[in-house]
């Protein structure tokens, strides 16, 4: 892999959907937004939202990765990763939008294959199609990294065949646009003497059921309104939206961690690819002492050669692991390490390339001050830098 902040692709598959990608996101998407006027700041709703989704499905692009069954093209990790890469760098807010992250398929993840034909049908398929929208209700205030310490409980509840849900969950992302939650709950009965090892269930909860509450969750420092808390009160769920196996819910809400690990990266590296390119147009524009360019300053050049090199590193280490995912290898140690090294350099080059842009680096509404603290969440986001050490440590003590 050569190092490029356009990158070009040999797969001629990859090369065509990036192509049409980019020309979507810099095109409609980008008039879209404008003509809405949206920023990342504005409260979003489902009829911002709605739109995208419909004609990002049209364009073939919502669930592209998914199974040809599911509508989808079926594409390797390696391809998907080069289309999120493409969102990432797009700087469209909405570009959460278009394959899915943002409460469609890539969000519900890898719970496809748990579904029974009705769960499929009522949810699944609807969620697919864009006509439907999803959020993940895993953390709670005092249940972050250590999920398992969870306080939602689920109690079986015979009369009915179901279970009644009880518990706050906080940050559920794409909350403010969706019909249901995939939630885990601790069965109720386990888990609460010393030394008993709790269950897990896991549950799609329609938002609108009695016992329910979808509340306006925090706003993290990104400034975006995109989170709910979901409150539960002895809310009532069907057996039949029992996703997998009683007691299986940790493992089916996390699905292959290994993959989402990685598949996390693209993005941000998307993201990071931008912050360089725009750091670079400022150095060349920008005119300091004697009128120079900020480029022709050795301290400057020193600075986004390193943020550069930093970059081909991640990137090329995040396509090195996908593709031996992709040819079937065992990539544990590798997915944690991208996941630690992508979020840990992108903030140092984030960092600098707020540095170079002086004040303009510190104004609201700068692109370079918003990435900034964007990118800065991917540190604790989807497993903080220190949970993915101690998984690599803990590789390295026993497997080798
Ligand atoms: C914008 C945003 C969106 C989110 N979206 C979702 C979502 O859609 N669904 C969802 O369920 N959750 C979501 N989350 C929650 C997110 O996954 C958690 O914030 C994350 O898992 C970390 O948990 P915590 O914030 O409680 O930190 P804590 O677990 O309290 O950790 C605090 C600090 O202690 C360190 N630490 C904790 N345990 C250890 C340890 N064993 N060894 C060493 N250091 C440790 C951590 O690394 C961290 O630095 C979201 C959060 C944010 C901010």
Redesign the pocket.
Known sequence: MTFSLLPTYDDPRTAELVGRLRDYLDGELADYESERGITPATRLTRADLEPVWRRSRELGFYGIHLPEEYGGQNLTYTQLAALKEEVGASGRVLSHCVLGDMGGPL?AGDILKHATEDQLKTYLLPLIRGERAC?????E???????RSMRTVAVRDDERDGYRLTGH???????PFADFAIV?ARMAGTGEEEGDKPLFSAFLVDLDSPGCRVEDG?T?M?G?H??SDIVLDDCFVPAANLLGREGKGMRIALGRVTANRLLHCPTVLGATRRAVRLTLERTRTRKVAGGQPLLMMQAIQHKVADMATEFYAARSMTYAALAALDEGREVRAEALMCKLFVAESAFRILDEAVQIHGKEGLTQGNEIEYLFRKIR?F?????????Q??GIAKLLAFDH
């Open positions: 969000r959020c993940f209700s895993l953390t205030t005092d249940a972050g990294s250590d999920v969950k906080v940050f559920s992302s794409a909350g885990v925090a993290p990104s975006e995109i989170e969440m540190r604790v986001l989807t497993g903080t830098s220190e949970i050490r101690n």
